[in-house]
């Protein structure tokens, strides 16, 4: 299940980085041709441009050439353009402005298109003397009407770095967020993994710690039981010894018959309470009325309780709950047992029931209390606060409770006695 939950998210993090970098790169794609697109547009004004000024001044004839090599060069300067200038249909330049440079970082706009113009404009090259503005050959003046015939093509040169820095700073940024999602992805893979496993070594500690907490507790439950049927044992083979005497009277002999019986019946009952602690059943769940239980539990002590001149208050309204009838009864019995042997003569049992939606039975008597010795460690086997007793009964409760969901705990009554509340939360 662990190798499976690994691979499946390292399949996921494979996915979702590769999502990421198409992504990017797809952004990246766009972004790259929607630049190229607007150089390609800005080129098309440009040559429109070019040509347009070209063709106004060849309205007249004679044309002015000193005012078109101005116009063109003030196109260049306004262009931010290194070279701009009219090819010839041989390529020779008629008239150019800058100087063409060559390497990378460069933009050329070469338009190989014939540039139409009136026929009756066109006219023979002559040379002529005179000045000419610094941007017109001096082997390329011209007669007539002042341009020759074979004008072909229109050269613009720019520096593209912009275009490139734009390009360039955004495949900086496509490699950035898509290396830092990647990133984000493997922490996040990598987190989940450690955690998982942290919990998956949490688990184990907390499995392993239980483990040892059961083998000390069932060593302990272990030591007690074989201290508590050591004597009854020893009992029965003292009365036996006695009844391999043939002398014996018949009234001795039933009398240790019938101690052989009762010790025998106490090492049943310690087997018995033995097996519930260790493997303790799992609850069979019925619906309980608890104030009915805890009336015919308090029938069952009423006996021993009126020879001590006690009684037993039952406070409460109905409360239903789902548990294991013959469990709950065990548990309230050992519960109100225990606070029996507690109250001095004349003594009181209190047993209050209250529902709503944190319900919980609280069983307090006024004697002694508990001893502050002994309080940390109340419910566990073979603690006793009284002479005679297993320690047994309030384990034994705290079991079932937990096997139901509950919890029991002890607090001490408000000026004496003792209070045992076993909460039951949601029910």
């Not at 308090?298 to 239903?320: C, F, N």
């Not at 508990?370 to 009284?386: C, D, K, M, N, Q």
């Amino acid at each position: 299940m662990k190798k499976r939950y690994t691979l499946l998210s390292l399949a996921l993090l494979v996915l979702g980085t590769g999502l990421v970098w198409v992504w990017q790169y797809g952004q990246y794609r766009r972004f790259r041709q929607a630049e190229l697109d607007a150089a390609a547009r800005y080129e098309q004004v440009v040559f429109a441009a070019l040509t347009v000024s070209l063709h106004r001044q060849c309205r007249r004839v004679g044309a002015d050439l000193e005012n078109l090599a101005a116009t063109f060069a003030d196109m260049r300067r306004r262009l931010d353009a290194s070279y701009l200038g009219v090819l010839r249909a041989d390529g020779r330049p008629f008239l150019e402005c800058g100087t063409l440079a060559s390497g990378e970082g460069c933009a050329v706009i070469d338009r190989s298109c014939p540039i139409e113009l009136p026929a009756h404009l066109v006219g023979p090259v002559v040379e002529e003397g005179g000045s000419q503005e610094a941007c017109l050959r001096p082997d390329q003046r011209c007669g007539g009407c002042g341009l020759p015939p074979d004008l072909a093509r229109l050269r613009l040169q720019y520096p593209a770095r912009r275009l490139q820095e734009k390009v360039d700073r955004e495949r900086r940024r496509f490699v950035l967020v898509s290396g830092a999602a990647t990133l984000a992805f493997l922490f996040i893979f990598l987190f989940t993994l450690s955690r998982r496993r942290a919990l998956g070594l949490r688990e184990e500690l907390a499995a392993a710690a239980e483990r040892v907490r059961s083998l000390e507790f069932l060593s302990r439950l272990g030591a007690g039981l074989a201290h508590e049927t050591k004597n009854p044992l020893g009992s029965i083979r003292g009365f036996g010894e006695m009844l391999r005497r043939r002398d014996l009277p018949v009234e001795e002999v039933r009398q240790a018959a019938k101690r052989i019986v009762d010790e025998t019946d106490r090492i049943v009952s310690r087997l018995d309470e033995f097996l519930l602690l260790s493997r303790p059943a799992r609850p069979r769940r019925e619906r309980v009325d608890l104030v009915e239980l805890l009336a015919d539990l308090g029938q069952m002590i009423r006996p021993e309780l009126e020879a001590r001149g006690g009684r037993l208050d039952l406070e409460g309204s109905a409360l239903v709950v789902s548990a294991d009838r013959e469990q709950v009864r065990r548990l309230f019995l050992n519960l109100l047992v225990n606070a029996l042997e507690f109250i001095e003569r004349e003594g009181s049992i209190t047993v209050r029931v209250e529902g709503g939606e944190s319900a919980r039975v609280v069983v307090a008597d006024d004697g002694p209390g508990v001893e502050a010795s002994i309080r940390e460690t109340l419910f566990e086997p073979y603690v006793s606060g009284r002479p005679g007793g297993t320690g047994l009964g309030l384990a034994i409760a705290r079991r079932i409770a937990r096997e139901h969901g509950w919890r029991i705990r002890y607090e001490p009554g408000a000026e004496k006695g003792t209070r045992m509340i076993v909460e039951m939360g949601d029910r």
